[in-house]
């Protein structure tokens, strides 16, 4: 059974520094791998989206990397905002159309 | 155009209790997704529609819970005899089924069970 894990479970950084979420995959035959967003009280929304063929995706400040033969994928933020504090959620498919795996979380809390 | 949408947004019921949660998804998006998010917790997969049918229920948990999508459209997800351990948010997400298509998901159903 595939299984995410994300670590850290929680991050606090001061506004304006860089940071990398972590996130590691037991079976490396997956078909893409998404970082999504999770607001309090809200449902999820899809940050980046990448195909096992490539090995990274880039959307403003966000940069997410995959190395699918090691099982890892990070998501790097950019000079952080308050605005970027929320649960980022790391998910795998292993096929077109199927249901995705998803890590615990990482919370992240930017301070002004 | 309009997103997920899921209701109810909160329901509280009493244990042995019937309920169902009701998800309308994007527009001619064919694939649709139940999920299962508890505190603390990534979303866990429950049932897959690819149409009107199942393509996958691998995730439900056993035979009290039951989705339906009839029209291939809106689908519904029943619970029976419900415990309190049934207490989480449950997701929709719904896509368009193409090569390379993200899910998008809708805001949930906080259900709490007495």
């Known amino acids: 059974k595939q299984e995410v894990t994300q670590i850290p479970a929680a991050l606090s950084v001061p506004e304006g520094e860089n940071l990398v979420l972590n996130c590691s995959f037991t079976?490396?035959?997956?078909?893409?791998l998404q970082w999504f967003r999770q607001d309090p009280g809200k449902g999820l929304t899809s940050l980046l989206l990448i195909q096992s063929s490539q090995r990274e995706q880039t959307s403003g400040r966000l940069n997410a990397s995959l190395d699918k033969s090691s099982g890892r994928s990070t998501l790097y933020i950019a000079a952080s905002q308050p605005g970027d504090s929320a649960t980022y959620l790391c998910a795998v498919s292993l096929g077109r159309a199927n249901n995705l795996f998803f890590g615990t979380g990482t919370r992240l809390t930017v301070i002004p | 155009g309009a997103g997920v949408s899921q209701t109810p947004s909160n329901k509280v019921t009493e244990k042995g209790k019937y309920v169902e949660l009701r998800c309308d998804p994007i527009?001619?998006?064919?694939?649709l997704y139940w999920y299962r998010q508890s505190l603390g917790q990534g979303p866990e997969f429950l049932i897959y529609f690819q149409g009107t049918g199942a393509a996958d229920d691998s995730g439900l948990p056993n035979d009290r819970f039951f989705a339906v999508r009839p029209e291939g459209s809106v689908s519904t997800l029943k619970i029976q005899r419900t415990e309190r351990g049934d207490s989480a948010v449950y997701l929709c997400?719904?896509?368009?089924?193409?090569?390379?298509?993200?899910?998008?998901f809708g805001p949930g159903t906080r259900l709490l069970v007495l």
């Open positions: 079976d490396s035959a997956i078909y893409n």
């Open positions: 527009s001619g998006h064919t694939a």
């Open positions: 997400a719904s896509s368009s089924g193409l090569a390379g298509e993200t899910q998008y």
